[in-house]
């Protein structure tokens, strides 16, 4: 099935709104934190969390393909629990709560970004260090607001404190290394397995994670995340659950709707989730919590869309 227009359309109207921000920035000297706050929510509402709203309909289809067993309590009652389990390790564990969030971030990213590649192991090592080298754009390009935003999320753990500074000192070290091998293990498992990307994509791609590391870190978090990531996902479901002829997505518009309920719970769970973490007696500080949020809603998600990208009906 070729790539359905409309995705393209979506990701570089994303770009424009990056660019239009940059020069916002770059006039008025800043953009007003209700602006970045606004963009983020944007982003995060409409996209972010509605391209995991159709994880009950995903994992249905790719059991249905794999001729497995599914039930939507079933599913639920595993998607909860990990989102309880990983929430309890936030508010005990905060500083490898944060390593784990990091770690399945820069699988999730990768793998998504490259998700037509062939299911090869050096494929499988580039994906981890692509998405691990975007993480590290976004973060080191955005040094001290990542340094107060990791303390306040962990409460100011020896484990955050540590890695933070150890990438103060080696960041750079680190990132460009990193490129090196991505690069390298990039053309090697093209050689091995011809890797048909679109020009286009690649360019697209690298406009969003080039305006990431000039704007502020809301937006540009918001930008990559819901501006590419959640629409590439997006394209990925719906090709999939088209190809099933599953009634969830007949149109790209019809799939977004149906994702709006799932999204509204997931809003309904993240007030729920701040009602027991101020419970807790812990800080209710907001911009960690939404972070915190994503990442336990990120994990359940993570194994979804693992299954998926790596069917052979999805290659």
Partial sequence: MRTIPIFDKITWINAVA?????????????????????????????????????????????????KKKFTIPGFLLR?????????????????????????????????????????????????FLWGT???LI????????????????????ANAITILSFFKQYGVVVAVSIFLLCAINILMAHRQSNWEFKLGHVANLLIIIILTA???LLPAFALYFGGWHAIRSFEIIFKFLNKQNHEAAPTPAIMWKNAIPMTF??????????????????????????????SVITLPHLDVMDKLINSKDNR
């Fill in 214 to 216: 000039y704007l502020p």
């Fill in 18 to 66: 990056g660019i239009i921000l940059l020069c916002w920035q770059l006039i008025a000297g800043n953009i007003p934190m209700g602006w970045q706050v606004f963009y983020f929510v944007l982003m995060i509402g409409s996209a972010g969390i509605p391209h995991g709203a159709l994880d009950h309909h995903v994992a249905r289809a790719s059991a249905a393909f794999a």
């Fill in 133 to 135: 080298l975007v993480l």
């Fill in 265 to 294: 719970l997931a809003a309904v769970g993240f007030v729920f989730m701040a009602f027991i973490w101020k419970g807790t007696g812990l800080n209710m500080d907001p911009l960690p919590f939404i972070f915190i949020f994503l």
């Fill in 79 to 127: 998607y909860v629990a990990v989102i309880i389990f990983y929430s309890f390790c936030w508010i005990t564990l905060p500083g490898i709560s944060l390593i784990i969030f990091l770690l399945i971030s820069a699988w999730h990213f990768g793998e998504t970004d490259l998700h037509a590649a062939k299911n090869t192991w050096l494929w499988t090592m580039s994906r």
């Fill in 138 to 157: 976004m973060l080191l390009t955005h040094a001290e607001e990542t340094a107060l935003l990791v303390l306040r999320i962990t409460n100011q753990s």
